[in-house]
T-cell receptor, first 110, second 116 residues
Framework: RKEVEQDPGPFNVPEGATVAFNCTYS??????FFWYRQDCRKEPKLLMS???SGNEDGRFTAQLNRASQYISLLIRDSKLSDSATYLC???????????FGTGTRLLVSP | GAVVSQHPSWVICKSGTSVKIECRSL??????MFWYRQFPKQSLMLMAT?????????EQGVEKDKFLINHASLTLSTLTVTSAHPEDSSFYIC????????????FGPGTRLTVL
Protein backbone atom coordinates (compact mmCIF):
# COMPACT_ATOMS: atom_id res chain seq x y z
CA ARG A 1 0.00 0.00 0.00
CA LYS A 2 1.31 3.45 -0.88
CA GLU A 3 2.04 5.76 2.01
CA VAL A 4 -0.08 8.56 0.54
CA GLU A 5 -2.93 7.72 -1.81
CA GLN A 6 -4.91 9.97 -4.09
CA ASP A 7 -7.42 9.49 -6.87
CA PRO A 8 -5.35 10.30 -9.98
CA GLY A 9 -8.31 11.76 -11.86
CA PRO A 10 -8.45 13.62 -14.13
CA PHE A 11 -11.29 15.67 -12.80
CA ASN A 12 -12.88 17.59 -15.66
CA VAL A 13 -15.02 20.46 -14.39
CA PRO A 14 -16.49 23.63 -15.91
CA GLU A 15 -15.46 27.07 -14.76
CA GLY A 16 -17.26 28.07 -11.58
CA ALA A 17 -17.69 24.52 -10.33
CA THR A 18 -16.79 23.29 -6.87
CA VAL A 19 -14.46 20.31 -6.78
CA ALA A 20 -13.14 18.22 -3.90
CA PHE A 21 -10.03 16.08 -3.70
CA ASN A 22 -9.37 13.40 -1.14
CA CYS A 23 -6.22 11.85 0.18
CA THR A 24 -5.45 9.11 2.69
CA TYR A 25 -2.18 8.40 4.44
CA SER A 26 -1.04 5.20 6.08
CA UNK A 27 1.51 6.38 8.65
CA UNK A 28 -0.33 7.38 11.81
CA UNK A 29 2.84 9.08 13.04
CA UNK A 30 2.74 11.63 10.20
CA UNK A 31 2.99 15.08 11.66
CA UNK A 32 2.45 17.78 9.06
CA PHE A 33 0.21 17.88 6.05
CA PHE A 34 0.18 19.99 2.92
CA TRP A 35 -1.37 20.46 -0.45
CA TYR A 36 0.99 21.35 -3.28
CA ARG A 37 0.16 22.33 -6.81
CA GLN A 38 2.26 21.17 -9.75
CA ASP A 39 1.92 22.49 -13.26
CA CYS A 40 3.12 20.41 -16.20
CA ARG A 41 6.91 20.10 -16.30
CA LYS A 42 7.32 22.46 -13.35
CA GLU A 43 8.31 22.08 -9.73
CA PRO A 44 5.62 21.67 -7.05
CA LYS A 45 4.53 24.83 -5.26
CA LEU A 46 3.05 24.94 -1.79
CA LEU A 47 -0.66 25.70 -1.93
CA MET A 48 -1.51 25.47 1.75
CA SER A 49 -0.83 23.65 4.97
CA UNK A 50 -3.57 21.50 6.46
CA UNK A 51 -4.65 21.63 10.08
CA UNK A 52 -7.09 19.56 12.13
CA SER A 53 -9.20 22.63 12.71
CA GLY A 54 -9.50 23.15 8.98
CA ASN A 55 -8.19 26.16 7.17
CA GLU A 56 -9.31 28.34 4.34
CA ASP A 57 -7.40 30.50 1.89
CA GLY A 58 -9.71 32.32 -0.47
CA ARG A 59 -11.43 29.74 -2.66
CA PHE A 60 -9.45 26.88 -1.15
CA THR A 61 -10.41 24.96 2.00
CA ALA A 62 -8.34 22.15 3.46
CA GLN A 63 -9.36 19.70 6.15
CA LEU A 64 -7.56 17.03 8.13
CA ASN A 65 -9.11 14.09 9.96
CA ARG A 66 -6.37 12.43 11.99
CA ALA A 67 -8.63 9.63 13.26
CA SER A 68 -9.44 8.56 9.70
CA GLN A 69 -6.04 9.58 8.33
CA TYR A 70 -7.81 11.55 5.66
CA ILE A 71 -7.08 14.92 4.08
CA SER A 72 -9.29 16.92 1.77
CA LEU A 73 -9.05 19.96 -0.46
CA LEU A 74 -12.09 21.88 -1.67
CA ILE A 75 -11.85 24.38 -4.50
CA ARG A 76 -14.80 26.70 -4.99
CA ASP A 77 -15.60 28.76 -8.09
CA SER A 78 -12.99 26.98 -10.21
CA LYS A 79 -10.93 29.10 -12.57
CA LEU A 80 -9.18 28.02 -15.76
CA SER A 81 -5.91 28.79 -14.02
CA ASP A 82 -6.67 26.15 -11.38
CA SER A 83 -5.93 23.44 -13.96
CA ALA A 84 -2.95 21.56 -12.54
CA THR A 85 -2.04 18.47 -10.57
CA TYR A 86 -2.71 18.70 -6.84
CA LEU A 87 -0.33 16.78 -4.62
CA CYS A 88 -1.15 15.62 -1.12
CA UNK A 89 1.98 15.66 1.02
CA UNK A 90 2.75 14.46 4.54
CA UNK A 91 5.89 14.72 6.62
CA UNK A 92 7.46 12.16 8.86
CA UNK A 93 8.73 12.53 12.39
CA UNK A 94 11.04 15.49 12.78
CA UNK A 95 9.61 17.11 9.65
CA UNK A 96 12.50 15.71 7.69
CA UNK A 97 10.96 13.97 4.73
CA UNK A 98 8.08 14.98 2.52
CA UNK A 99 6.10 12.04 1.19
CA PHE A 100 4.14 12.88 -1.92
CA GLY A 101 0.96 11.33 -3.21
CA THR A 102 0.75 10.61 -6.93
CA GLY A 103 -1.41 13.68 -7.40
CA THR A 104 -4.88 14.40 -8.71
CA ARG A 105 -5.14 16.12 -12.06
CA LEU A 106 -7.71 18.88 -12.44
CA LEU A 107 -8.84 20.24 -15.79
CA VAL A 108 -11.09 23.30 -15.70
CA SER A 109 -12.78 24.06 -18.99
CA PRO A 110 -14.58 27.22 -20.21
CA GLY B 1 10.58 34.66 -0.73
CA ALA B 2 13.19 31.94 -0.63
CA VAL B 3 14.54 31.08 -4.06
CA VAL B 4 16.21 27.86 -5.13
CA SER B 5 17.84 27.52 -8.51
CA GLN B 6 18.92 24.46 -10.44
CA HIS B 7 21.36 24.16 -13.28
CA PRO B 8 21.04 23.01 -15.94
CA SER B 9 17.30 23.17 -16.51
CA TRP B 10 17.57 20.40 -19.08
CA VAL B 11 20.32 18.15 -20.37
CA ILE B 12 20.64 15.49 -23.03
CA CYS B 13 23.55 13.11 -22.80
CA LYS B 14 24.81 9.85 -24.25
CA SER B 15 24.52 6.60 -22.37
CA GLY B 16 27.56 5.97 -20.18
CA THR B 17 28.39 9.60 -19.49
CA SER B 18 28.07 11.41 -16.17
CA VAL B 19 25.89 14.43 -15.56
CA LYS B 20 26.17 16.92 -12.71
CA ILE B 21 23.16 18.91 -11.52
CA GLU B 22 23.57 21.91 -9.22
CA CYS B 23 21.08 23.10 -6.64
CA ARG B 24 21.59 26.51 -5.06
CA SER B 25 19.71 28.43 -2.41
CA LEU B 26 20.01 32.01 -3.63
CA UNK B 27 18.85 34.15 -0.74
CA UNK B 28 19.09 31.89 2.29
CA UNK B 29 21.31 29.29 3.86
CA UNK B 30 20.06 25.74 3.74
CA UNK B 31 20.82 23.24 6.47
CA UNK B 32 19.34 20.43 4.50
CA MET B 33 18.76 19.83 0.83
CA PHE B 34 16.69 17.08 -0.67
CA TRP B 35 16.89 15.42 -4.07
CA TYR B 36 13.78 14.02 -5.73
CA ARG B 37 13.11 12.21 -8.96
CA GLN B 38 9.84 12.22 -10.88
CA PHE B 39 9.05 9.87 -13.75
CA PRO B 40 6.22 10.73 -16.17
CA LYS B 41 2.76 10.50 -14.62
CA GLN B 42 4.26 9.56 -11.27
CA SER B 43 4.82 11.47 -8.07
CA LEU B 44 8.02 12.88 -6.68
CA MET B 45 10.13 10.24 -5.00
CA LEU B 46 12.76 11.26 -2.49
CA MET B 47 16.18 9.97 -3.49
CA ALA B 48 18.37 11.36 -0.74
CA THR B 49 18.71 13.91 2.01
CA UNK B 50 21.93 15.87 2.30
CA UNK B 51 23.22 17.99 5.15
CA UNK B 52 26.07 20.42 4.68
CA UNK B 53 29.42 18.87 5.47
CA UNK B 54 28.18 15.33 5.98
CA UNK B 55 27.35 12.30 3.88
CA UNK B 56 23.96 12.12 2.25
CA UNK B 57 21.31 9.73 3.49
CA UNK B 58 19.91 7.70 0.61
CA GLU B 59 16.44 6.22 0.41
CA GLN B 60 16.01 2.51 0.03
CA GLY B 61 16.65 1.36 -3.52
CA VAL B 62 18.72 4.40 -4.52
CA GLU B 63 22.31 3.50 -5.41
CA LYS B 64 24.66 5.86 -3.62
CA ASP B 65 27.54 5.01 -5.95
CA LYS B 66 25.46 5.90 -8.97
CA PHE B 67 23.91 9.09 -7.62
CA LEU B 68 26.72 11.03 -5.98
CA ILE B 69 25.66 13.89 -3.76
CA ASN B 70 27.97 16.61 -2.52
CA HIS B 71 26.78 19.32 -0.14
CA ALA B 72 29.89 21.43 0.22
CA SER B 73 28.33 24.65 1.46
CA LEU B 74 25.14 25.98 2.99
CA THR B 75 23.99 27.21 -0.41
CA LEU B 76 25.06 24.49 -2.82
CA SER B 77 24.37 20.81 -3.29
CA THR B 78 25.23 18.80 -6.38
CA LEU B 79 23.86 15.53 -7.72
CA THR B 80 26.02 13.60 -10.17
CA VAL B 81 24.38 10.83 -12.16
CA THR B 82 27.28 8.55 -13.02
CA SER B 83 27.32 6.27 -16.07
CA ALA B 84 23.85 7.41 -17.02
CA HIS B 85 21.52 5.03 -18.84
CA PRO B 86 18.21 5.66 -20.61
CA GLU B 87 16.27 4.45 -17.55
CA ASP B 88 17.81 7.35 -15.60
CA SER B 89 15.94 9.79 -17.83
CA SER B 90 13.69 11.69 -15.47
CA PHE B 91 12.84 15.04 -13.90
CA TYR B 92 15.23 15.71 -11.01
CA ILE B 93 14.11 18.28 -8.46
CA CYS B 94 15.93 19.59 -5.42
CA UNK B 95 14.52 21.35 -2.41
CA UNK B 96 16.09 23.18 0.50
CA UNK B 97 15.12 23.93 4.04
CA UNK B 98 16.25 27.16 5.61
CA UNK B 99 18.80 27.40 8.41
CA UNK B 100 16.43 29.95 9.94
CA UNK B 101 14.02 27.15 10.72
CA UNK B 102 10.50 26.26 9.72
CA UNK B 103 9.10 23.20 8.03
CA UNK B 104 8.75 24.50 4.54
CA UNK B 105 10.93 23.12 1.78
CA UNK B 106 11.61 25.44 -1.13
CA PHE B 107 11.81 23.69 -4.47
CA GLY B 108 14.10 24.32 -7.38
CA PRO B 109 12.63 24.46 -10.90
CA GLY B 110 13.88 20.98 -11.73
CA THR B 111 16.28 19.50 -14.27
CA ARG B 112 15.01 17.33 -17.09
CA LEU B 113 17.55 14.65 -17.94
CA THR B 114 17.31 12.67 -21.16
CA VAL B 115 19.81 9.88 -21.70
CA LEU B 116 20.07 8.64 -25.27
Amino acid sequence: RKEVEQDPGPFNVPEGATVAFNCTYSNSASQSFFWYRQDCRKEPKLLMSVYSSGNEDGRFTAQLNRASQYISLLIRDSKLSDSATYLCVVTTTGFQKLVFGTGTRLLVSP
Amino acid sequence: GAVVSQHPSWVICKSGTSVKIECRSLDFQATTMFWYRQFPKQSLMLMATSNEGSKATYEQGVEKDKFLINHASLTLSTLTVTSAHPEDSSFYICSARSLAGGDEQFFGPGTRLTVL
